[in-house]
């Protein structure tokens, strides 16, 4: 079975002060800024583990007392 990789899109726009701006399409509110398309890259990926953690941690907290069970997902 052929592993699919998970990817996201970045909607890019050049400002009018000549700073790239972007976010990640399937997470808007993973948001970044940067000097160059490389450099913004660099900060929506930083964005968008900041989001993960921040929606991992707030969904744990609304099982807190509760039973549960977590199981890991691998997503290639």
Known sequence: MTKK??????IIEK???GWYVGQIQEMPE???QGKT?????????DALELVIDYHRE???????GRKFIK???NLA
């Open 15 to 17: 400002s009018k002060e």
């Open 58 to 64: 707030e969904t744990i907290n609304q099982y807190n």
């Open 30 to 32: 993973a948001i970044a």
């Open 37 to 45: 398309i490389e450099e913004l890259k660099k900060k929506l990926v």
């Open 5 to 10: 990789k998970i990817s996201y899109t970045a």
């Open 71 to 73: 199981r890991k997902l």
